[in-house]
């Protein structure tokens, strides 16, 4: 497609379980970022990868996060026994390398009930 | 740490009507700063954006210029029309060009709507 894709755009799920969240960036950007925006809030920071790796992940707030891009395309936000705090919308943004003009995906909503 | 403030919402305009959205920021070194758009059921999107002190970003009619005496990137537009309805967010980069990331630091985010 021609903009970044996420599924699922809707989750929901019980406290305690594992979801996985996937981001398929634009075709070519080999930066791809991970923002987590709450209600009310701008979005917030979680990882950046530079092709497969994960350059920056000063944001992940606990080990219960964790992403990859194992082929420098495809990138999965896993998070492990989920807290009601851990609702949000999840974006997943790509752009080329050293450009400040992210692209943005319209985001997972999970709620953790 | 680097933190952005802007104005908070919503703002209601009629149509015509000049905009301003105020955004200051707190950062150390020079960052590069943006104003970001999110439409009603879309993605957010970059609508303007400078790299340096003076600089003046501008697009669609909107402009902001990136004052480091006052630490300050407002948004305007001198004639809104309905179209603009959206959630406008104010962000800053701290230039890591060495890594080539562009961590970006968002403020809260302003509503607007602009009604006929």
């Known amino acids: 497609g021609a903009g970044v894709s996420q599924t699922p755009s809707n989750k929901v799920t019980e406290k305690g379980k594992y979801v996985e969240l996937r981001c398929d960036p634009i075709s070519g950007h080999t930066a791809l970022y991970w923002y987590r925006q709450s209600l009310g809030q701008g979005p917030e920071f979680l990882i950046y990868?530079?092709?497969?790796?994960?350059?920056?992940d000063s944001g992940l707030p606990n080990d219960r996060f964790f992403a990859v891009r194992p082929e420098g395309s495809v990138s999965t936000l896993k998070i492990q026994r989920t807290e009601r705090g851990d609702s949000a919308v999840y974006l997943c943004?790509?752009?080329?390398?050293?450009?400040?003009?992210?692209?943005f995906g319209e985001g997972s909503r999970l709620t953790v009930l | 740490g680097n933190s952005v403030t802007q104005m908070e919402g919503p703002v209601t305009l009629s149509e015509e009507a000049f905009l301003t959205i105020n955004c200051t920021y707190t950062a150390t070194g020079y960052p590069s700063l943006f104003w970001y758009v999110q439409y009603p059921g879309e993605g957010l999107q970059l609508l303007l954006k400078a790299t340096k002190a003076d600089d003046k970003g501008s697009n669609k009619g909107f402009e902001a210029t990136y004052r480091k005496e006052t630490t300050s990137f407002h948004l305007e537009k001198g004639s809104v029309q309905v179209s603009d309805s959206a959630v406008y967010f104010c962000?800053?980069?701290?230039?890591?060009?060495?890594?080539?990331?562009?961590?970006?630091?968002f403020g809260k985010g302003t509503k607007l709507s602009v009604i006929p």
């Open positions: 990868f530079q092709g497969t790796g994960a350059a920056d």
């Open positions: 962000a800053l980069s701290d230039n890591d060009s060495g890594a080539g990331s562009y961590q970006l630091t």
């Open positions: 943004a790509s752009s080329f390398i050293n450009t400040g003009e992210l692209f």
